[in-house]
């Protein structure tokens, strides 16, 4: 496994498994529609895409949030 594989956070953590499985499905739609040309299996493909890339935008915005309440955090236990 490389590191793109094994990186986590508390954000992305319930996400992961899903997201493979968005992925094989968009696989398994492309492969019907390019075998049988059937494009009802192209829009699935491109319907599953979109919501696969909303997702993971917000998974940053989440970790962003994430980030800056931490850096905040630490902030306010610096000494002065």
């Known amino acids: 496994m490389n590191d793109r594989r094994t990186f986590n956070t508390a954000a992305r953590a319930r996400w992961n498994a899903p997201i493979h499985n968005c992925l094989k499905a968009i696989d398994a ?6 075998s049988h040309g059937d494009h009802w299996h192209e ?9 696969v890339h909303e997702l993971k935008a917000w998974i940053l915005l989440q970790e962003e ?7 905040s955090e630490k902030a306010e236990f610096i000494p002065h």
């Open 29 to 34: 739609h492309t492969e019907l529609f390019l």
């Open 43 to 51: 829009e699935k493909a491109i319907m599953l895409r979109g919501y």
């Open 65 to 71: 949030l994430q980030q800056e309440n931490q850096n």
